[in-house]
Nanobody, 114 residues
Framework: QVQLVESGGGLVPAGGSLRLSCVAS????????TRWYRQAPGKQRVLVAS???????AYADSVKGRFVIFRDNAKNSLYLQMNSLKPEDTGVYFC????????WGQGTQVTVSS
């Protein structure tokens, strides 16, 4: 059974930084594309950043230049370095793995105070 466990969320003032981590308990992590999503209160879940199995990255326009997504396949881990945080970055951040099937983590709360 695949499990994804996120960590690293918290309360941070605007302009601060956080690093989110997602550890996958599975074989074949390197075969999956990976993504981070955010869900703000009362809103739909939106894609924040992705890095595919080949290392190709993509970002939502709202986080370009501030967030960096990277992965360590040897550790079955996905990361999101978030800098220059803004109040609108607040939400629950979810780790996602995709291939022919999709797996989700339970989410980690990020709150950015103004």
């Amino acid at each position: 059974q695949v499990q994804l466990v996120e960590s690293g969320g918290g309360l941070v003032p605007a302009g601060g930084s956080l690093r989110l981590s997602c550890v996958a308990s599975m074989f074949g992590f390197d075969l999956y594309g990976t993504r981070w999503y955010r869900q703000a209160p009362g809103k739909q879940r939106v894609l924040v950043a992705s890095i595919d199995r080949n290392g190709t990255v993509a970002y939502a326009d709202s986080v370009k230049g501030r967030f960096v997504i990277f992965r360590d396949n040897a550790k079955n881990s996905l990361y999101l370095q978030m800098n220059s945080l803004k109040p609108e970055d607040t939400g629950v951040y979810f780790c996602n793995l995709y291939r022919t099937i999709t797996f989700w983590g339970q989410g980690t709360q990020v709150t950015v105070s103004s």
